[in-house]
C-alpha cells in the first residue's frame, strides 16, 4: 500500500510544479492541468490527483492522529 501526504503548488511552468509540504519543497512532473494553490497527491515525483483544500486538510489530520 503507498501513502502519498498532501502538497500545495506554489509554482507551474512547462509540465513542472514545484510543490510545498511540511518537510520542504521540491519540484515535481505534472500531466495534469494544476495552477499555484491547488492541492495535490503525488507518486513517484508526479501529480497523480488534485484534490480540495478540505480533503487535503482531512488527511493531513489523519496522518497527525495516528502518530
Known amino acids: 500500500m503507498c501513502l502519498t501526504i498532501p502538497k500545495q503548488v506554489i509554482s507551474f511552468k512547462n509540465g513542472v510544479a514545484k510543490v510545498k509540504s511540511a518537510k520542504g519543497s521540491q519540484e515535481v512532473g505534472a500531466l495534469i ?10 507518486q513517484n515525483n508526479v501529480i497523480v490527483q488534485r484534490i480540495s483544500q478540505k480533503q487535503a486538510k482531512e488527511i493531513k489530520s489523519l496522518l497527525r492522529n495516528t502518530k
Do not use: M
Not at 492541468?33 to 503525488?42: F, M, P
Open 33 to 42: 492541468k494544476v495552477k499555484k494553490g491547488d492541492w495535490v497527491l503525488t
